[in-house]
């Protein structure tokens, strides 16, 4: 019996996730600049010229890798999207950053690597700014609706204090305090 529309959507769909499953795994392990096109493929389990229907390059699957993780994090950052932030949306968004942060390792691994590479950044500094400008905004106008008197400053100072409590728990997640830095992050930026 042949396949339907719908049995070969879902048979592509399977296969891209392997191929971006892939692509992270590659990436994190050997870093951007050492990966190629055929290694993913063959960790995906599939023909070097099968990636290009699925993808054009290289640069497209850590775009596309980058902008789907981030997505995720759209998803849980300002529930009800009014572009206001309330505490209990920036708990939230907390609770749901980390359970994502130990959820998918590989993917920070990924993150850290890209960030250490000014020649990569800059090729996706367009892509990562487009997913977290409206974060940023949003969370500038809480610290000043708090009133902090730079609240750019405020709001970078936790970009940055996140990053390294991410970092830490990638390192060593078995060691690394990651509920009490939750809580210090709560007492200290809410």
Known sequence: MPRTPAQFEEIREARRAAILDAALHVFAEKGYASS?????????????GLMYNYFDSKEGLVKTLLTEGFDIFVEVFDRDKDGELTDEEFIFFLDQTFEILKGNIPFW???????????VMSMLGEVMMEKLSPYFNTMQNYYAQKGYENPMAQMRVLGALLDGVCLNYVADPEGFPLEDAKKIIIDKFI
């Open 36 to 48: 190629s096109i055929a290694m993913i493929a063959k960790q995906a389990g599939i023909s070097k």
């Open 109 to 119: 691994k990924l993150y850290f690597a890209i960030m250490s590479q000014a020649d």
